[in-house]
Structure formats: structure tokens, C-alpha cells
């Protein structure tokens, strides 16, 4: 599933790992931003959600520095989940064992946290932000690859057309497009975000069957 425009994105599983154990600290520090791009804002979301008297940002910030500890991928490879699953859980608990220390210093049992259930809306928050984040990512590495092979101007096309919904009578000329080839330019730039999409999704280890479904599921959390 490799291409120009998936391999901008955070590389697969088994390549996560050899950079957390071997990779140089450019490297680390390369993949751990592109990572924390994608997932951060989804997991203050969702940290969020649980309504508690914490900064859910700190409690992401430290999430997101242990996103490389060759432990911490190893827990995710063991449990065969999709990754912003595994965050996700991680999160859940990190947010439980900081209100079980504040509740410890305030002078409250240890055990007055057994769980921390999870709100209704905290998975639907994750998931509407985590597709914005993906989205946009999978935008940007898109329209990179297109300004780097000359072709910026079919970028700027989908965008007058398909988000600002001009018609290509309109929008296609002035960028040097004929009118009859915009369509297919169009197209074009489409398959590219879908490949981009697919390209994160199999690096999370979303299985090839579930990748379509998910997908579908990425632009319905992007519906008002």
C-alpha cells in the first residue's frame, strides 16, 4: 500500500518499532511529531470528555512523549488493536491514575477510583477530531505532492470546486485547466487523499478488509 503520498505520513507498525529501538534522534524525533499531529488533538478530545478537573493537555503531553517507548508499541502490537484504540485506552487510564494521586493527597481512600467509566460522547469526540486530524494531514501530504511534481494548480482546482463549490466553467481557466479536463484533474486529486487515507489506516493496522468501512466512517464523523 505504499505510494508517494502514503509514505508522507507516520511509516507501518514494524518500522515504528525499528525507530524506537535503533532510529537516530532526528529520526525518533521526526516520527513522534508526525504522530502526535495525528493524534494529539483526538485524545485531548477525548480526555476532555471525562469532564475532570485535570488539564486534559498535560495529560496528553505526557501520553504523547511515551508515543515512542519501544514498551509502549510492543502493548499495542500484543493487544491487535488499531493504534488510536490503543491511545485511546491509554489515555482512559493515565486520566484515572492522576485523579487517584489528587485524590490521594486530598486525603481520600486509594481505592476510591475503581474505574473510570467512559462518557457516551467521549468515543464520538475522539473520532469527529481524529477525522478532522486525518483529513487534514492526509490535505497537506496531498497537496505537497502536487506542488513538488508542478501540479499545484489541481490542488487549488478540488479546492475552488469540490469545498467552495464553484463550477469548473468558473474556476478550471483561470488556473490553466481546460474546462473539459477538469473533471478528470479533479478526480485525480481525490484518489490521491483517499490514498493518503487508506495509507495512515494500514499503518495502524486496520486490516484490509475494514479499511473501506472505515473510511465511510471517517467522512460520517465529518457531517454536521
Not at 58 to 72: E, G, T
Not at 98 to 103: F, N, S, T
Not at 170 to 188: K, Q
Request: proline share 6%; hydrophobic share 45%; net charge negative.
Amino acid at each position: 500500500m505504499s505510494s508517494p503520498i502514503s509514505d508522507s505520513f507516520p511509516p507501518s507498525a514494524p518500522t515504528w518499532r525499528i525507530v524506537a529501538r535503533e532510529g537516530s534522534t532526528l529520526e525518533r524525533h521526526e516520527l513522534a511529531a508526525g504522530l502526535t499531529a495525528i493524534y494529539r488533538e483526538p485524545l485531548v478530545r477525548y480526555v476532555q470528555a471525562f469532564g475532570a478537573r485535570l488539564d486534559a493537555e498535560d495529560v496528553v503531553q505526557d501520553l504523547c512523549a511515551r508515543i515512542l517507548d519501544p514498551a509502549f508499541l510492543d502493548g499495542w502490537q500484543r493487544a491487535g488493536r488499531p493504534f488510536r484504540q490503543w491511545l485511546r485506552t491509554a489515555a482512559r487510564f493515565e486520566l484515572m491514575n492522576r485523579i487517584r494521586a489528587e485524590r490521594r493527597r486530598s486525603g481520600a481512600a486509594d481505592g476510591a477510583l475503581q474505574e473510570l467509566a467512559e462518557p457516551d460522547n467521549a468515543q464520538s469526540a475522539f473520532e469527529r477530531a481524529y477525522a478532522m486530524s486525518l483529513i487534514r494531514a492526509a490535505s497537506e501530504a496531498a497537496q505537497r505532492a502536487l506542488e513538488q511534481q508542478g501540479r499545484g494548480n489541481e490542488w487549488q482546482l478540488f479546492i475552488a470546486h469540490s469545498v467552495e463549490g464553484k463550477p469548473y466553467a468558473e474556476c478550471a481557466p483561470p488556473l490553466g485547466i481546460p474546462v473539459e479536463a477538469a473533471r478528470h484533474a479533479s478526480a485525480r486529486v481525490r484518489g490521491l487523499l483517499l490514498d493518503a487515507l487508506r495509507g495512515v489506516l494500514c499503518a495502524e493496522q486496520v486490516s484490509e478488509a475494514e479499511i473501506e468501512r472505515e473510511l465511510v466512517a471517517l467522512i460520517a464523523h465529518l457531517q454536521p
